[in-house]
């Protein structure tokens, strides 16, 4: 009989630990490195709903923002790996970060990559107020008045800076970086004009650009924007560095690989939702099919990359963020 109890028990357990990511009616928390408002923001609170239609459960943001996500990746590097807390973020978090900060306060394999939720399609905009209207104007302004043209960033190492600095390296020109505490801060200062130039995803581009507020210059990626076809790319420009925006939805390491199977599962048919085509839509979002163990494989591929390119900038780990 004791045999029989223990079995039974250890049964439980192993059920419980392949249950989905809380018990239904459970609480899940989506910690989000980025203040409120912005591009991963708007994805965790759209994706929870869609969750918590699947699940039963109630998915809460939790907005960490500061010194260039580690704030909140700390946060969730260090949580309970029970299926009830996970991470979305982009790809600064875990590709960038590691190569510039000397004292990363985590470490980015504590992280398993659990499902891609799409890949950024950003356009590089200045305000019309500014007098430049194309990318060759921002660079020849950058290089007749170095240092004066201002260009917004999420911190250091940061896509947008990233961008920033391989453009100064290979159009010999000074672009002044101006660090934000992320997308919409950062949109709120391009729009302001505190600054001259900066990074917006071209789906919360829109409504500036039909207003005339704010005018895009070029396209990051290798392919042209359906909306603004005579809009360059930076690889057409000679300036693309072959680093992707991407979203990804992350876990603690250590938890069960039965919940982060059962993770990707569901976010895979949240994907599928009409309120998640209709904010990919918007957002100008692609989505990017992957298995959970190829998405896993795609961020360690990403980091090296990136690797890479922080070499040639010659940007080594030194810098703290705050």
């Not at 659990?114 to 990318?135: D, E, K, P, R």
């Not at 170095?146 to 672009?175: C, H, M, Q, Y």
């Not at 789906?203 to 990626?221: E, H, I, R």
């Not at 209709?278 to 360690?300: K, S």
Request: hydrophobic share 45%.
């Amino acid at each position: 009989m004791q045999f029989f109890r223990s079995t039974v028990a250890a049964l439980m357990l192993a059920l419980a630990a392949a249950a989905p990511a809380a018990a239904q009616g459970g609480i899940v928390r989506f910690i989000v490195p980025s203040p409120a408002g912005g591009l991963s923001d708007g994805l965790a609170r759209t994706l929870g709903a869609q969750l918590k239609g699947l699940t039963g459960d109630t998915y809460i943001v939790e907005n960490k923002a500061g010194a260039s996500t580690t704030i909140g990746m700390r946060e969730c590097g260090l949580a309970k790996p029970d299926g009830r807390t996970f991470c979305i973020t982009l790809a600064d978090s875990l590709s960038y970060n590691p190569h510039v900060f000397a004292k990363l306060t985590y470490d980015p394999e504590q992280f398993i990559g659990v499902a891609h939720l799409g890949s950024g399609n950003a356009l590089i905009l200045v305000n019309t107020s500014s007098g430049l209207s194309t990318y060759k104007e921002l660079l020849a302004a950058a290089r007749q008045k170095p240092g004066a043209v201002f260009w917004a960033t999420f911190g250091d190492a940061s896509l947008p800076d990233v961008i920033r600095r391989w453009t100064n390296l290979k159009a010999g020109v000074e672009i002044a970086g101006v660090p934000y505490k992320g997308f919409a801060p950062s949109q709120q200062a391009l729009l302001a004009g505190e600054v001259q130039a900066g990074l917006v995803g071209i789906g919360a581009s829109k409504a500036f650009v039909a207003s005339g507020v704010l005018k895009p210059v070029a396209v990051v990626g290798k392919s042209r924007a359906a909306l603004y076809p005579s809009v360059p790319t930076l690889s057409e420009l000679g300036l693309d560095m072959g680093l992707p925006s991407y979203f990804g939805l992350y876990a603690p390491r250590g938890t069960p690989p039965a919940v982060v199977a059962r993770m990707h599962e569901l976010v895979q048919k949240s994907l599928q939702s009409d309120a998640m085509k209709q904010f990919f839509q918007t957002y100008t979002l692609d989505r990017v099919e992957m298995t959970q163990p190829q998405f896993d494989q795609f961020i360690r591929a990403d980091r090296m990359r990136a690797a890479e390119v922080f070499k040639t900038l010659g940007i080594t780990p030194g810098v703290i963020p705050d």
